[in-house]
């Protein structure tokens, strides 16, 4: 019997990888279209970790945005990815861009996250995945998707990146992608 667990989780990390790499090559599913570059930001308004409102549209324009949504507070990956964006922080000043970063948690989730870890950026509470689920990022298993958006001052989707199982990366493509373009 325990021979026969091992064969089925190795199945299913195979199947969850194997959905991985065919999104991470851009292929889409057939009921939500993942936002492209040059597309326009969709109108949202979601609460902060201090309980207050964010419209996206007071950002839009004065900054570039860089918005990116990740499973879950306190995991393993999702905390890599929140302290390397922490220690690279100046970096995103720097270069004019605001992060935020959003999953379905709570208020007080993200709140506890953001003080455990000192992270001086907006975490916003998606209940439900609806912003999720405008941008088109795309679940894995039990897992909703990574990905991170750089928005443009144009409200225009300038650069994207999806990768669920490498969170730092995320830090180095999207930093990389602010020192070397003009994100307009």
Known sequence: MNKLLKMTLIAWVAV?????????????????????????????????????????????????LVIYFYPKDESPGCTKQACAIRDHFTDYTDAGALVIGINSGSVASHKAFAENHGLHFMLL???????????????????????????????????RYRALMNATAHNDKVLEFLKTSDAR
């Open 16 to 64: 969850g990888t194997a959905i991985a790499c065919a999104q991470e090559d851009g292929k889409k599913s057939n009921h939500m279209e993942t936002l492209e570059i040059g597309d326009q930001v969709p109108h949202f308004v979601l609460k902060d970790q201090n309980g207050r409102d964010v419209d996206i549209a007071d950002y839009m324009g004065k900054k570039k």
């Open 125 to 159: 509470s998606d209940p439900g995945n609806r912003v999720l689920k405008l941008f088109g990022v795309k679940n894995v298993l039990f897992l909703t998707g990574r990905e991170t958006f750089v928005v443009g001052l144009d409200g225009k989707i300038a650069f």
